[in-house]
């Protein structure tokens, strides 16, 4: 464990930030000293892992780096892995890889398994089995006051509800039990489009994305810039993975077929999950909408032709099992809306796309942490803060998408 009192630390931005103190925890006693030792100096906590979802500046802060505990067991037969801090979904899927089982994990593998399980955490696999917060298990914490606990259905249920999708504000984890999925094999590419089809594929989309089968999931993608080399320009780009039973996949890609045609190129194969490599979008922005309009349509396509326009929007549907929720899931998403656009483009960009979107936001995906209210329904809201309070009235856990105690 380190406590250097003035450092400079690279922040998401770039910027350097000094903490008011910094720590490399290496152990649960680490963490629960360096917790103690804020708590006695009157400092906020700000836990980093990857530093990949760090929105908030950790300047004057106690600052607990879990980057160095690593580590990933796995219980093949409970299709169980057991995740340390520090771990990464490159190191979930490799471990997991070896038993024909897959992890609920997004579409980059260097993010963290803690900061993305509990921001809600979706990926490829979440229309078939749930986000990555539906498939966490338990999780060990150190609480506000140092103390150890383990959060479970039947340990702190309302901890364990909380943590499945309200970030980090409960208290920093040391350990996750998370379910695996029975996925090894997945069908997964991109198919490129000219951007004069793109208007007619995202209506298709619109119209009969609900009849696709939930192991099937789609993201059609904007780009300004194409990436092949004989199609210079805007192109959409539609990124899909497979991972239902490989027999029936031909009548799912027939759909992705009558959406874009004969496509330019693609480089759909069977794969390893961990061999998926269909990119993901910057979230400058993220929006959710009912349904795709053939204004928003119009907008959005023609933001990727023009000039002062975004440089991709990534459409999503969402549906499958993130609609159908256990008895007793946590408080992540807005589970009745079908659609997202994940936007990298400046405010006026995402401004052209908010008129007929829901309001609702996506935790992982909500670049402003001052609109966290917007990723809840109004009770779930109001419920997380009343847990806040029960777990950290002093809120030292502000350093992220912050919940204010009720
Ligand atoms: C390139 C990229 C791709 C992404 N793709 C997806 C995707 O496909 N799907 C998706 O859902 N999200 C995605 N995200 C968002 C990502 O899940 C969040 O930014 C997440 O918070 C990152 O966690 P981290 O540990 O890597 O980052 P960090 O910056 O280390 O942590 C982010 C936050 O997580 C919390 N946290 C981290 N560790 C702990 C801990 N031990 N205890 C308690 N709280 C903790 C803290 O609040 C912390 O501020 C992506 C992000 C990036 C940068």
């Given at each position: 464990m380190t406590t250097p009192t003035t450092s400079t630390h690279p922040s998401h931005s770039g910027q350097a930030v000094e903490p008011a103190a910094a720590v490399e925890a290496r152990s649960i006693a680490d963490i629960r000293s360096a917790v103690l030792q804020a708590r006695r100096r009157g400092l906020p906590v700000a836990v980093r892992s990857t530093g990949h979802g760090s929105l908030v500046s950790p300047d004057g802060a106690m600052l607990i780096s879990t980057s160095s505990m690593t580590g990933v067991d796995l219980d093949p037969d409970r299709r169980i892995a057991r995740v340390r801090p520090g771990a990464r979904w490159s190191d979930v899927i490799a471990a997991a890889e070896l038993y024909g089982l897959a992890p609920m994990s997004g579409d980059t593998p260097s993010v963290g398994v803690v900061g993305y399980t509990f921001g809600g955490g979706v990926g490829w696999l979440a229309r078939p089995y749930g986000y990555g917060a539906d498939n966490l298990v338990s999780a060990q914490l150190v609480t506000a006051d140092g103390e150890l606990v383990r959060a479970a259905a039947e340990e702190h249920p309302d901890l364990y509800w909380a943590i499945r999708g309200g970030g980090g504000n409960f208290g920093i984890a040391t350990e996750l039990e998370i379910r695996l999925a029975p996925v090894s094999r997945v069908i997964a590419g991109v198919a490129y489009a000219d951007i004069d089809r793109a208007a007619e594929a995202l209506q298709w989309f619109g119209d009969h994305a609900a009849e696709l089968p939930s192991t099937f999931t789609v993201a059609p993608r904007l780009l300004r810039t194409s990436p092949l080399p004989q199609h210079a320009g805007p192109v959409l780009a539609v990124g899909a993975v497979y991972a239902g039973d490989l027999d029936s996949a031909a009548t799912a890609f027939s759909g992705l077929h009558a959406m874009i045609g004969a496509p330019l190129y693609d480089d759909f194969a069977v794969r390893r999950y961990s061999g998926i490599a269909v990119p993901g979008t910057r979230p400058q922005g993220f929006e959710m909408y009912r349904e795709l309009s053939d204004g928003l349509i119009k907008t959005a396509v023609d933001s990727v032709i023009d000039e002062d326009g975004g440089n991709a929007l990534e459409f999503r549907h969402w549906g499958g099992a993130t609609a159908q929720?256990?008895?007793?899931?946590?408080?992540?998403?807005?589970?009745?809306?079908?659609f997202s656009i994940k936007i990298d483009g400046g405010p006026e960009v995402v401004a052209a796309l908010a008129p007929t979107a829901t309001g609702g936001k996506f935790l992982n995906f909500l670049a402003d942490p001052t609109q966290t209210r917007r990723a809840y329904r109004m009770h779930d809201w109001y419920r997380l803060r009343e847990v806040k309070r029960r777990w950290d009235p002093d809120n030292i856990f502000r350093i992220n998408h912050n919940i204010p105690p009720a």
């Open positions: 929720p256990a008895p007793g899931a946590g408080p992540v998403g807005h589970r009745d809306v079908p």
